[in-house]
């Protein structure tokens, strides 16, 4: 490296790092509905429509960057609008959560945000999107811990399609990486965390983001 190149590199030093390599993710943003109702606050929640990805799934309003917007938080803005019909007028950002990578290949922004109990009534839900909103007190999640289990991860170079054929995705035997990788590796294990509210699970990342919630509080 010549001294031009090293200068360089130090003035293309980011000064506010992000998450390496974003572009190979799903890039989302979500946001945390809070509404105070008879002193009470409650979060609301969406459950997915069947027919769509992870339909079925309870999860916060949100959805994927898309070039029009100017920033996770115009998307968050966006998505909760489209999905349910809230208008921007009738939410406050407060701030947001820490950026959550999420082992599915996403990164997820959260944006903590005060709902007029009034835009519940004006609510527009897209059926496409979204089968039914609830609405689950915050107090519920700090009385009623999540139960945790553990799933395992591992990396697979190569699977089998539906004739039984090898289908190599990484061809680890001709980079001549060591055998160890000729196989299935990792075995990380992972924790998730799930809530049961009358019937409804709610799981994956919308946990990870409740408890992270929590935290705070």
Known sequence: ??????????????????VMARDKYFNS????????IDK??????????????????ICFPGGGYEEI????????????????????????????????VAPIGAVVEPFVARVKKKALKKMKIDKNEVEKT????????????A?????????????FDENGEKVIHFP???????????????HRKHKV???????DIIWGLTAVIINDLLKKI
């Open 1 to 18: 490296m010549k001294k031009k190149e090293f200068k360089k590199l130090i003035n293309n030093l980011p000064k506010n790092p992000s």
């Open 29 to 36: 943003a979500v946001i945390i509905p809070i509404i105070k």
């Open 40 to 57: 009470e606050y409650y979060i609301l929640f969406q459950k997915r429509a069947k027919h769509i990805r992870q339909g079925g799934d």
């Open 69 to 100: 917007d100017k920033s996770f938080k115009h998307t968050a803005l966006r998505e909760i609008k489209e999905e349910l019909g809230i208008e921007k007028k009738d939410i406050k950002i407060f701030g947001q959560l820490d950026t959550y």
């Open 134 to 145: 609830l609405l689950i007190p915050i107090k519920f999640f700090k009385e009623n811990p």
């Open 147 to 159: 139960v945790e289990y553990t799933l395992k991860y591992e990396v697979h170079p190569y699977t």
């Open 172 to 186: 680890v035997e001709e980079l001549g990486l060591p055998e160890a990788y000729h196989k299935p590796w990792g």
């Open 193 to 199: 965390w799930v809530y049961d509210y009358e019937g």
